[in-house]
């Protein structure tokens, strides 16, 4: 069992950046494959970043290639989505996920709460 916790979201500029994070609890949080989803106001739920276990490998929709980037420090058990040169349609809730397999599954095993993210001028 692995509790997420995200922060860092809020109101930005667009063409602005926020960096989120994402704190676990445990001390296993390396066996984990790690992500970013987001939801926003009359959409479904859709997959944004994800990360493996050691963090050699990522992948990123196509959406957010190029301006987001995820990483991790297993030693802070932390994961981090940066965002880039953000637009107004990237406004939406963004929920940290965890994973026990070796890679991030859509659904994935665990959740965050979410923290919201509000692109606009």
């Known amino acids: 069992q692995v509790q997420l916790g995200e922060s860092g979201g809020g109101l930005v500029q667009p063409g602005g950046s926020l960096r989120l994070s994402c704190a676990a609890s445990?001390?296993?949080?390396?066996?984990?494959?790690m992500g970013w989803f987001r939801q926003a106001p009359g959409k479904e739920r859709e997959f944004v970043a994800a990360?493996?276990?050691?963090?050699?490998?990522?992948d990123y929709a196509d959406s957010v290639k190029g301006r987001f980037a995820i990483s991790r420090d297993n030693g802070k058990n932390t994961v981090w989505l940066q965002m880039n040169s953000l637009k107004p349609e990237d406004t939406a809730v963004y929920y940290c996920?965890?994973?026990?397999?070796?890679?991030?599954?859509?659904?994935?095993?665990?959740w965050g709460q979410g923290t919201q993210v509000t692109v606009s001028s």
């Open positions: 445990g001390r296993t949080f390396s066996i984990y494959s």
């Open positions: 996920a965890a994973d026990r397999g070796t890679w991030l599954g859509n659904p994935p095993d665990y």
């Open positions: 990360i493996s276990r050691s963090g050699g490998s990522r």
